[in-house]
């Protein structure tokens, strides 16, 4: 009976949490640099400079919440800002970080937090698999952090899907395998697994629906009202669902609708790449997913081949609004949607085998 009202006390609590929104601290967030806009060209060839990347405070969110990220201009891969946003909570109780940016500029990402924080790396969480947000997990376990992530990452990292045009999965560093595992619960969306109190936040990590791949976490910080929201939405390049990890667009469709329900209008979603946004602008990203799913559906219905559909060029109407809208960028987007409309194939162990386009 007790753990009855205590469980009905949580829902009405986050209900009001999602009606009201928090109050955040006066004067935050502050925007100290914004990504780059572009368009940016590569020679081909091009190497990415790595010795040339800093990687330094972009944001704060609060007094003790900082958001990094990496130089504009020089990593063809994500060339707004080079690697994904990283977090780090800090004070008394020790760093917590999301995330860890790539492998090549761990010591740099460490001397940006030691440029704020002399406090020990004590948790780090990682919101899905990709090497510009786990990378240097292996240098920051070595720290002292204990990664968390979903169960799905994990088996990811210790057993890569099959990857097309024969690339060998990267070498694996077992120290940056997350030891602090959970898993999504589908009846309950929306449920932190892991809740930490520490330098005076509320920190929740709220599996997700497989989305982006099969493993993604959001990070909600209630006091300073933040949640960073990862990949599942971007807003430089079109979407991108890592179908072989086990993400799909629809899941992508449902992870917006989730954060429709968890942010208040005011709430920072803090992507892992592009601009910070506030839910009100993840509308008119679910209104593009809808109408591609609906338009590839309606040809491959047809009996258009890949090929054809590429033709067709339907990113057109969004082209002028989509920042960093390379053709590499619209066609992986296509590709993925037409693949998923027919035939797509499930996700066994965390993974899908997806099919091999020539
Ligand atoms: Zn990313």
Redesign the pocket.
Known sequence: MKKRALCLLGVAALAAIAATGWAQEAGYPIEIVAPGKGPYTFPAGYQTPWERIQIVVTSKMSPNLFVLHGSEGLDPA?PDASG?RAMALFGPDGVLMVDTENRQVAEKTLQAIRSFTNAPIKVLVNT?I?S??TGANAFFAKQGAVIFSQENLRTEMVRPPQRGGGQAAPALDMAGVPTATYTYNASAPGQPAVTFTMNGETVDFIPMMPSHTAGDTIVRFRKANVIYI??FYRNFGYPFADQANGGSIKGMLDAVDLIEKLAGPDTTLIP??GTLVKKQDLLTYRAMLMDILARVKALRDQGKSLKEVLAANLTAPYDNTTQGDTQQSKDRFITEVYDEVKDFPPIVDGKRTMPAHP
Do not use: K
Request: charged share 30%.
């Open positions: 994500h994904g899905h990709h510009d947000h990862e990949d892992g790449h």
